[in-house]
Structures are given as structure tokens and as C-alpha cells.
């Protein structure tokens, strides 16, 4: 009591100093930090999971390449409804509550897609599943970036990290289990994500919000919306890339002559360099700046492709791309809290748009293989990260403004 009462009152006199350190504990406690990284490690193991399931699912179900990968698609046509419907809900129900109820429907999700007898059946399972992974993601991301002040750039990567963590997890335990044991994975993980309920009293229900934005006059406003729909680019473009090198990684190495179990080796091997990125970032982000990192990144990742197309080189390339294209997602969230007034707004329409990319990826990569064959896929994603690239620069570009630590924590 007495240390609160004495916080409250040392709060006033310097705004942009205590807020950071105060926001940890009014937000999260230390169990709860940990269960969020947990859960974070849970959503990607959901979304790495459908990609080594590919060859089962067309066997059992006798789908082509473009169908199988609509598993996918429809778990994220399900994560962008549940961002948008979780934005609505922020703010208005207790963050307990979203969360809570975003880890049942995928719980429920996971395990109807394992027990599904037919196909359309499956895809509507995919589809609750993504339901409850959108809620998850959205309400974490959000909640990190409101609960760590100036240090959110690094959390926020250390929280995608253990997405990287569970991506690695999926396709080994896949490969570990074989594909045609896919149901056992996805209800082993359906039984996995209910303890977290336990953990969610540490979580507080009311949440800071973003500082109200200035008066922005008309030019402002329409320059404002033209930086918000290159990010929004930035980001279906980018998670576009991410799912179709985690989805159809094991069929393109398999096709340049690798064997499955290699295939999927390597594809933990791309997750796993995610994961690492991600890490790697959390310090560098104390130094050098979103627009240089993105920069970087979205470079790496397009030579990365491009040499993903020499078979000899296939696996070592896509490993590069997870390593470039890891910090794109949790470094960007900040750049765009500080270019857009309307932060928390525009982060929940860049969150769902991101997720459009990972919808568009299935179905229009299979129709690649039908169209071109599988050797074709590095060189379309990388023609597509080239996209991002430019998308950086003008966006680095345009928002170039002297930016100081304390309009940092003001953004955010």
C-alpha cells in the first residue's frame, strides 16, 4: 500500500520518466510476461503446423497443392477476423477476457481440424482456430506495446521470438511424428494451450492508451493515410513472404531432390533462424533505428530468395531469409506508432493486413506450382520482397523526422 500510494505521488512531476517502469506492473506480472511468451510459442507452432501436413492432407483428403493450401489461408482469414473483432472489443471487456476466450477458440479449432472428417469441414476448423491465433496476436502485440514504455521495441521482438520458438516446434514435430500422424500433433497442441487460462489473473484489465494525437490539418491527414497504406503493403507483402517460405519450403526442397525428413529439418531451420533474428534485434534496437533495421532486412531477405532458386544453396538461403525477414513484424509496430496519430488504430489494421498475406499465400503459390512448378516459388518471393523493399525506403523517406528518445515514449 504505502509503495503505491507512494508512486501515484512521484508520477505527476516528470511525465515521460516513470511511465515506463510503472506500465510493466500495471500491466503484466512476471508470470504473466512469461505465459504470454508461452502463448506466443503456441501460436506459432499452429501456424508452422499446416505446411509439413500438406502431403497427408492431399492424400487423405485428395486435394491439389493449390486446394491443400487453403488449410493455411483459412487460418488466417480467422486471424484477421479476430484482430478486427478483438480491436472492437479492446478497451470495452477486460483484456482477460479477450484473451482467455482467444485461446479457447483455438484450442477448439486445433482439435476439430485433428478430428475433421471431410475437408470443408477441416477449413472451417482452420478457420475458428485462426479466430482465436488473430486474438492472441493482436491483444499481446498490443498489450506489449502499451505496457513497456520506451523499451517496446525490444519486447515486443523478444515476445515475436517465441513465435519463432513454436515454429521450429511444428514442423519437427511433424517431422518426428510423421504427416500422417498430424491429428495427434494438433490435439496434443489443443490440450497444451488450456493451462494458459490459468495464467491470465496476472494480466490487468484495464490497459493505458496511446497520448490522444494533435489536430492534424487536411495535408496531413491524406499524407498520414498514404503512410499507413504502405505499411499496411509493407506488411501483407512481408507475412506473404513469411507463410509461403514456411508452407511451401518442404515441397520445393523435396522437389530439388532433398529427402522429406531433410525438407523438414530445413524448414525448422528457417523458423529457428526467426527466432534468432528476433533476438539478435531486441539490443540492436537500443541503437539503431526501424528504418535502418527494416532496411536491412528486407535487403538480406531478397538476395536470400533470390539464391534460393540454386538448389545446392536452397536450404542455407532460406535459413537467411528467416534471419532477414525476422525482425520486419515487432520492429515495425513502434515506426508506425510514432508515424500514424491514431496509433493503436492503425496497428490493428496493419496487424489484419498482415495476415492478408498470409491468406493470399496458399492458394496463389499453389497456383504457382500448377502454373510453373515448384522452382518457381523463390523467384516469384523474391520479386515480392523487392516490393518490400521499396516500400522501406519510401517510407523511410517520408517519415523522416527528428525523433528523440522522450517523443519515442510519447508515441508509444
Known amino acids: 500500500m504505502t509503495d503505491h500510494s507512494t508512486q501515484q505521488r512521484r508520477t505527476p512531476p516528470k511525465p515521460g520518466v516513470p511511465d515506463a517502469p510503472a506500465a510493466v506492473p500495471a500491466v503484466f506480472s512476471t508470470p504473466a510476461v512469461v505465459a504470454s511468451c508461452v502463448g506466443f510459442v503456441l501460436i506459432g507452432v499452429l501456424q508452422a503446423l499446416y505446411g509439413p501436413a500438406i502431403p497427408a492432407l492431399r492424400e487423405e483428403f485428395g486435394l491439389s497443392p493449390s486446394a491443400a493450401g487453403l488449410g493455411l489461408s483459412a487460418h488466417f482469414v480467422g486471424g484477421v477476423a479476430g484482430v478486427l473483432l478483438f480491436d472492437r472489443l479492446y478497451g470495452r471487456i477486460g483484456n482477460r477476457r479477450i484473451l482467455g476466450t482467444s485461446y479457447l477458440l483455438m484450442a477448439i479449432g486445433a482439435a476439430a481440424f485433428a478430428l475433421a472428417p471431410n475437408w470443408p469441414l477441416a477449413l472451417t476448423a482452420a478457420l475458428l482456430a485462426g479466430v482465436g491465433f488473430g486474438g492472441i496476436d493482436y491483444g499481446l502485440n498490443q498489450l506489449f506495446a502499451v505496457g513497456f514504455g520506451h523499451r517496446s521495441t ?227 518471393l523474391s520479386a515480392i520482397s523487392a516490393t518490400c523493399l521499396a516500400a522501406t525506403l519510401w517510407l523511410t523517406r517520408t517519415t523522416r523526422t527528428p525523433t528523440t528518445p522522450e517523443h519515442t515514449r510519447t508515441a508509444l
Open 154 to 380: 525490444a519486447m515486443l521482438n523478444i515476445l515475436n521470438a517465441h513465435f519463432g520458438i513454436g515454429a521450429i516446434l511444428g514442423p519437427a514435430l511433424i517431422g518426428t511424428a510423421g504427416a500422417d500422424r498430424y491429428p495427434t500433433v494438433f490435439l496434443a497442441f489443443a490440450l497444451t494451450t488450456l493451462p494458459l487460462l490459468l495464467c491470465l489473473r496476472g494480466v490487468s484489465d484495464h490497459t493505458p492508451h496511446p497520448t490522444a494525437p494533435r489536430t492534424a490539418t487536411p495535408a496531413r491527414t491524406r499524407a498520414l493515410r498514404s503512410v499507413l497504406a504502405v505499411f499496411v503493403t509493407l506488411y501483407v507483402l512481408h507475412v506473404g513472404i513469411e507463410a509461403g517460405v514456411g508452407g511451401w519450403e518442404p515441397t520445393h526442397l523435396e522437389t530439388a531432390g532433398y529427402s522429406a525428413a531433410m525438407a523438414a529439418t530445413a524448414t525448422s531451420g528457417y523458423w529457428l533462424m526467426m527466432t534468432v533474428g528476433r533476438f539478435l534485434v531486441a539490443p540492436l534496437a537500443l541503437r539503431f533505428s526501424p528504418q535502418t533495421i527494416i532496411t536491412v532486412s528486407c535487403a538480406g531477405m531478397t538476395a536470400s530468395l533470390l539464391l534460393a532458386a540454386i538448389p545446392p544453396l536452397a536450404p542455407y538461403a532460406y535459413a537467411a531469409v528467416g534471419l532477414f525477414i525476422a525482425p520486419i513484424f515487432p520492429t515495425g509496430l513502434p515506426w508506425l506508432h510514432r508515424a500514424a496519430p491514431t496509433a493503436r488504430r492503425a496497428g490493428a489494421l496493419v496487424i489484419a493486413a498482415s495476415m492478408a498475406g498470409g491468406v493470399a499465400a496458399g492458394p496463389s503459390l499453389g497456383k504457382v506450382i500448377e502454373w510453373s512448378g515448384v522452382n518457381a516459388v523463390p523467384l516469384l
